[in-house]
């Protein structure tokens, strides 16, 4: 095949496919086996799509007459799909790392909230926040993301929990998309909780009536184009019938329906997901038995938050019952300032240990399922003839080692690639970094 194309990967040891049919998602079974292959090319078109997967020696044939704009030596070496992070609440404002201090003292989250830290803590410093200010260090996170793997990333806002910083937390996500090169799939999360001075009702009356109408305004006008929908539906914040009302609101107006459920009290939530038609519910420790069967029935992904149970000092979500009941199983960082972890090679590591989840179960939860979880599995999340370039290669005989490695993959990844393109080139691979 002759002509330009934008990249070829050669002879990587493993080049681990995850998905090889065009599954939209993998259950238990399907995880069990990736698809591996062994001594194997990519190549990566100009429109930044993957043009031919298979043995180095097919790729070679097949592409003897083309031009690459660059070429990558992957002998020895493991290139995986790039990692999704499919729950993240990377933009706001204020430090709480003294929060860190009082939960290992012994203090919960819900008193820390109550006590008026948490949530209202970081809204407080992110309504002072100029937009400047906040995209700077979203930037800076992101790009931190980015080093770790990641090559989509869900981003919420919720830190604003009024119209004028949600709508400033929105522009400082949509900015990023057009902006960077990563994936960035938005969510209002203008519920995240109750405003002070308002109830419950109040606030989603507030949502249904002001903010939701604001975002579709801005969605007709082109100028915003957020995905999902979320609400923390929890015990003392958002309860399930307010839930329903907010969510239904946003399904209307096109937005995927993907929230905080069961989390730290059994809520119901999985159930009324199910009902709705979610496309994904987040956390879950709590979640009963019939909402596992629900989820299940429903092909509504569960996003699992390793890093959340574990720094709270949580039940851990029960991954293994829902993988054995047929749930489609996803992961995410949780990144926000309760739970500080941009890594999804961490969080593979502690879904593994505390989840009991195996390696090849956690990296399909971190490709393919996560991407599901956002809608975007069509695109994104396997290495497959038609879907986005977005690659991390490996330094490493085998791919395990990303998981394996805990905190390893600061020297372990070589380079992240979005859309052929490559955004993070570590620094032992010959030039310095750029980030």
Partial sequence: MAGE???????????????????????????????VLQNASLVVGQDGYIKAVGPADVIRNQFSGATFERKI???????????????????????????????????????????????????????????????NTFKHRLERMRRAGSTLVE???????????ELKMLRVIE???????????????????????????????????????????????GEMHVNNIDVFCEKGVFDLDSTRRILQAGKDIGLQINFHGDELHPMKSAELGAELGAQAISHLEEVSDEGIAAIARAKCAAVLLPTTAYMLR????????????GVIVALGSDFNPNAYCFSMPMVMHLACV???????????????????ALGKSDTHGSIEIGKQG????????RWEHLIYQFGGHQTLIDYVIVKGEVVYKNERCGITSSY
């Fill in 73 to 135: 030596d992957c002998t020895g070496k493991c290139v995986l799909p790039g990692l999704v992070d499919a729950h993240t609440h990377p933009v706001w404002a204020g430090d709480r790392v003294h929060e860190f201090a009082m939960k290992l003292a012994g203090a919960s989250y819900m008193e820390i909230h109550q006590a008026g830290g948490g949530i209202h803590f970081t809204v407080e410093h992110t309504r002072k926040a100029t937009e400047e200010e906040l995209f």
């Fill in 354 to 372: 505390n989840m009991k989840m195996s390696m090849n179960e956690a990296l399909a939860a971190a490709t393919i399922n996560a991407a599901y």
């Fill in 390 to 397: 977005d690659l991390v290669i490996v330094n490493s005989s």
């Fill in 155 to 165: 981003c919420k806002s919720g830190y604003g929990l009024n119209l004028e910083t």
């Fill in 5 to 35: 194309q934008r990249l070829l990967l050669e002879n990587a040891r493993q080049l681990v496919l995850v998905c090889g049919r065009g599954e939209k998602y993998l259950l238990q079974a399907g995880m069990a086996s990736l698809a």
């Fill in 314 to 325: 949580l039940k851990q979500p029960q991954a293994r019952k829902m993988l054995n009941e």
């Fill in 175 to 221: 900015r990023a998309k057009q902006s960077m090169d990563i994936g960035i799939s938005s969510t209002y999360c203008g519920a995240h909780s109750v405003p002070k001075g308002k109830t419950a009702t109040e606030a989603a009356d507030d949502i249904i009536n002001n903010h939701l109408p604001k975002l579709k305004e801005l969605k007709l006008s």
